[in-house]
């Protein structure tokens, strides 16, 4: 006890300490021994920048700084969670995907989408269910979780599997890491599905007199249907059916559209088109009572 | 109270210490290269358009370990007037031809040194990179000419081929044809696919030689090499360029027996004492090695043919041997003054960026990327001593 008290134990005591903290950040991989806190899944590697061998086993662990894969044997790598700029999903086989649900995806999941001006492009992340395999049933479910990040001038990704049970923990815990929130574009399907069976009477005709390019499909000449959905303030979401008729399962494509009040010049054309870089595209359509502008 | 400052100093300088690693990235806001290496196809477009928009420009795009794709982009440009991408990739028999054709339509043109960098060996022409520049360029077709194994098959049915020796002769009348329609051979796929291109300025459409379009049999004016060991396939350049032939394309992944390197002939005599001569090397190198090979020729006066060091290099039969590549160099009659070669290689492109920054601070313009095996190689070119008369 009364060595506890003695100058040379505080004179050890405090020699320990300063060697502990000059030598704590010269620790190689100093970070790579931290003790990672959260749940581990369980993961298949499946592709990346990671340094260990594709379709291994991981532990996939998710604490305030880092996502950690963690195979058996080797060390586990880290991406920093402050530098994701994007998560992706792709669930394989879950259930069969339409067509029209696809041209939903590629409407409003492609770069545009999240980068809209409006919106502002910033580190969103997305999660996207890719639902656009084949329309026949599968037996295989297969979670497929794409991480993206940026570090200094790299923009890297990660590509893992997970077990349908640990897939929506683990995206919920990727989610309060991140401080970011995302979309289920499977959920904002079956949303808008709703939203465009209830607005059908609303529907726009329109009638294209010449191949016109919306979004990232060409629309033939014709007639076709639009459903606006407003979203907020001078801003929607354009939904094309052609024919007559709003048939969901016929959906030709989507995009976002600015709304305007309705042009003063009341005889002008009801579609109007630009050109640009040899393609055509739509630049207003004009109704009694807005005018829709296309970006 | 002393010892509590020294011993707060201390802290505060461990604690500092840990933080400067990660401040020393970007010293502005401007990096002179962005590097990409993710897995998804449709990804690596994405990325690149956006890093596009910032005023870069694609250098070099290859498959990377880990099954993902590697990129590098340079900043050239003001980022109000950005280049466009398309990667354009072959899904079965769809009409490739077609596709790259509606998109050449558009104002993109094949970027030829970035075609051919699919996973297969030896490469297909399974992927192709597309750039519309901000100024469009003079419209472009192109035409793709079988260049396989069916079309190898098909040629052997002719008796008159069967003492043919050169493949690309297999294909004379398809390729007669396109070179007297004003496309020229803008690269070779060997076992795949021979791309022509033609822009507006050609044969018929006012502008280019009419030579081509009048000869019967324009295709003589190439000749061609097969997939020769380095020492080989030095001599046989010697002597094409000593003949008046310079080297239009070299395919390192050519099939065994296969056409390697495309020759096309000079216009002038090359028996006249003031003919323009074409010089050439070639060697064998690996990853360790290939710097030191690269400077020791350009010492010489030589300079890298970049089709040579392009993609994606397989370990070979020996796993304990770093897998090999073929470098042919060239030296042009225009050129004075010496090259110098940097490579810089990693497991992760990422890896590279401060060493990247550094070497372009010093001159280096990256040429591409090189996937070897395991590692991921930047070929950096430094031509101060350039001097194009």
Redesign the interface.
Known sequence: MKFLHSSSHRRLM?GV??LA??A???LPE?KGVEKVSGKPWQAVY??????FP?NVNVQVTIDAESLRLAPRKTDSFAVPVNSITLVSTNVKGSHPASRAEWRFLEGFM??AAGCYPPQGCGAVVMFTSFLMLASYPMKSHDYLV?V?WR?????????FRVGPKDYATLLAELEKATGKKWKNMDTEWAKVHQEITSQQGSKISIQLDRKVRVGKFDLKPGAYQAVLLEREAQRGELYFFPGEQVNIEHLTTATWVEIAPAAADAASAPVTFREK???TTLDEIHMPSLTVRFP | MKRQIELGIVIAVALLSRALPAQEAQVDGSPRYRLLQVVELSTVQEKVNEIAAEGYRLVGAVPAPGGTWATIMEKVEAPSKPCKYLLLARKGERDFQGQINEAASQGFRLLPRNLAQGRTQPPQFDVAWMEKPAVPPAATQYLLIPFGAKMAAKASLNPALWAETNPLHYIRPQINAALQQGYKIERIVSGAVVVMEKSSGGVGEGGGSTSQASDPDPLSRYHTLGNYRAGRLRKRLQQEALGGYHLLDFAPYAPKMWTAAVLEKDGSDPSASNAVKYQYTAFASNLPKLEKDLNSHAAAGFRLFPQSLLGAFQPQARPDKPPRCRVVMEKAPEVLGQCQYRVLAAARLSDLSADLEKAAGEGFRALGIVSFDHSLAVVLEKSGMENRK
């Open positions: 405090r300490m300063l903290c000059i704590m950040p010269l100093a499946l592709a990346g920048v990671a340094p594709r492609s770069y794409s993206s570090e200094g001038t790299a923009d890297e990704e990660v590509l870089d040899g393609t």
